[in-house]
């Protein structure tokens, strides 16, 4: 797949959350949650128990001169250990996942998400990021998924492993487009590490805040 074939098909993308960090999102933008640990500094126990296997519940994190931040449960990861790839390890895993920020490459997977049992009551706030921008400013650290890769919830679902995103350029986007139809052909747009700038980069904000200035 080439970068303009992926703007054209997805000229949006799309990052929800618990509006409780958003605040927090103001601030320091989007952060992996490897990237939350280290800033708020947390000890090795909850660093072991938010990075080193699913989490079953959501994380407030709170720390003197910073606005609280959301690290979110991973309970869709009910048969995670039994899907991962001969070639990965459950630890590879969970490291790509927890080292990278997500956007949903489709209205229609944000839809589903936000619409959850676990999330549908919950204030969220979303935001509609405009491809092309992310792409210019962080194209090398984007990485693209066909799964829900946070989503293992059948013993039927695909296995997966720390290869399961690929560069832009190495995304089989045809390939999967002609297996999987036109909305199963790429679900996780995703970027390594952090989007300190997603404000700059946002068209839209859903939820309870101050929309952007004109």
């Not at 303009?4 to 997805?10: A, Y």
């Not at 126990?45 to 991973?74: C, F, H, M, W």
């Not at 969970?94 to 549908?120: C, G, H, M």
Request: aromatic share 6%; glycine share 4%.
């Amino acid at each position: 797949m080439d970068v303009e074939e992926l703007i054209e098909r997805h000229p949006r993308v799309f990052h929800t959350m618990s509006a409780a960090a958003w605040p927090s999102v103001q601030r320091h933008g989007l952060l992996s949650t490897q990237r939350l640990i280290e800033l708020f500094g947390l000890d090795a126990d909850e660093r072991d128990r938010l990075l080193n296997a699913p989490r079953k519940q959501s994380t407030v994190l709170r720390a003197p001169g910073l606005p609280p931040a959301v690290i979110r449960d991973q309970k869709p990861m009910k048969f995670l250990a039994e899907k991962i790839d001969p070639d990965s390890s459950l630890a590879q895993y969970l490291a790509a996942i927890n080292s990278r920020v997500f956007f949903w490459a489709t209205p229609q997977r944000l839809d589903r998400l936000r619409n959850a049992k676990e999330y549908r009551t919950e204030d969220q706030v979303v935001l509609h990021v405009d491809t092309r921008a992310l792409v210019e400013r962080h194209g090398p650290r984007i990485e693209l998924c066909r799964l829900n890769s946070g989503a293992v919830t059948q013993k039927n679902h695909p296995v997966r492993g720390h290869r399961s995103w690929l560069p832009i350029a190495d995304y089989p986007y045809d390939e999967y487009r002609r297996r999987h139809g036109r909305h199963g052909a790429l679900v996780e747009v995703t970027v390594l590490d952090a989007v300190p700038d997603i404000l700059d980069l946002t068209d839209r904000i859903e939820g309870g805040v101050t929309p952007l200035p004109a």
